[in-house]
């Protein structure tokens, strides 16, 4: 494991905290709860879908960091059986069915589609395999979840957004990029951000963007600006970083100067550049590592045949399964002002992933040497 990966995971320890605090927040409460999976012995077999590697932190951060958590709690003995969809969902199903088949002790999802994973969750349950949803709120009889408020999320950019604005935000029409409709998690960023942003600006034209990928995001952007014109856009609300990187191309192509501020997320390392280098407002960090960690605690833990209810303490409802037992771990918005005090504190990124030569100048103008 390369050095900023040991730092990311000793990180997970020092949000520890953050992470109890959040999981002590109220939410929906049900009294329905799965029947308890029988006690297993022996070494755990632990089966990870995640649902893309466009996006960096699938590879770069969750699995290495569930693979180390996974067998710090096993003594060494559990293991990870991992597959990536590459953001298609018929193949994610097969992928679980397959590990389902092969009798694994309990399976985290990251879904691809949180609908279209349902079938194979039940799968996995009428198999007695334990289902925990990462980051996305899998539908089907899941036995807990974690991931980030995503609400939260949304109001977190929308807030910051509005106010680097200011009194401009009434000069013109902002653009809203929001996340594909197949992912859960989109529809709660838009749902947080409009909660902050109705009646404080005009939303000149909004996407739904199809599978998060940056060209389509681009292509968007290109028709926003067409049909609302240079002059007229005083911001973007882009859902997360990658989008945000074919946002920002559209602007530049179209000659537009200065850029308006844009919104991210995931504080990608190009986000984060683009954030040093004055092209990108902001991204919302995300702490993958403690994320990362209560997915694996929860996956051994009902793979054992234990209880969540030392760890979760938060109830969430999905569509299909009432009180899910949940973990809902704190975001920071990320700015060009605490960069210092948040990846490269914990561990994420170093100075010199951040500061390559091209960045080099801004990052001596930010301190950041």
């Known amino acids: 494991m390369n050095a900023h990966l040991r730092r990311a995971a000793v990180a997970a320890a020092a949000t520890a905290m953050a992470v109890s605090l959040a999981a002590c927040g109220s939410a929906k409460e049900s009294g329905d709860s799965a029947k308890e999976p029988a006690k297993k012995d022996g070494p755990l077999t632990i089966g990870l879908l995640l649902p893309e590697n466009q996006t960096a932190r699938y590879e770069k ?8 958590k996974v067998s710090e709690l096993t003594g060494g003995t559990g293991k990870i059986v991992y597959a990536n969809a590459k953001q298609d969902a018929s193949t994610q199903n097969q992928q679980a069915d397959t590990m389902v088949t092969n009798k694994v002790d309990a399976l985290i999802v990251d879904a691809v589609d949180s609908k279209a994973i349902a079938g194979s969750v039940q799968k996995a349950k009428d198999a007695g395999i334990p289902v925990i949803a990462f980051d996305r709120l899998a539908e089907g009889p899941i036995d807990g979840y974690v991931s980030f408020d995503n609400e939260e999320v949304g109001r977190v950019q929308g807030q910051a957004l509005l ?42 034209k909004e996407y739904d963007t199809k599978e ?158």
């Open 61 to 68: 951060f969750d699995k290495p960091l569930i693979e180390k």
């Open 163 to 204: 106010d680097e604005l200011g009194p401009k935000a009434k000069d013109g029409d902002i653009v809203m990029m929001n996340g594909a409709i197949t992912d859960p998690n989109a529809a709660l960023f838009k749902s947080g951000a409009k909660s902050v942003l109705d009646g404080k600006v005009t939303v000149g």
């Open 212 to 369: 998060w990928k940056p060209e389509n995001a681009n292509a968007n952007m290109e028709a926003a600006i067409t049909a609302l014109g240079k002059d007229k856009i005083v911001g973007v609300y882009s859902a997360n970083d990658g989008m945000a990187g074919g946002i920002i191309t559209a602007l530049q192509s179209a000659g537009i100067k200065p850029l308006p501020p844009v919104t991210g997320q995931d504080a990608e390392l190009a986000g984060v550049q683009r954030i040093v280098a004055g092209e990108q407002f902001m991204s919302v960090y995300k702490p993958y590592p403690a994320e990362a960690s209560v997915a694996a605690e929860m996956a051994v833990k009902v793979a054992k045949g234990e209880s969540l209810d030392s760890l979760a303490k938060t109830k969430v409802d999905s569509p299909t399964t009432k009180g899910v037992p949940s973990v809902l771990v704190p975001v920071v918005s990320l700015t060009k002002d605490n960069i210092k005090d948040t990846v490269l504190k914990d561990g994420i990124y170093t100075i010199d992933e951040i500061c390559t030569a091209k960045f080099k100048a801004q990052c001596d103008a930010l301190g950041l040497s």
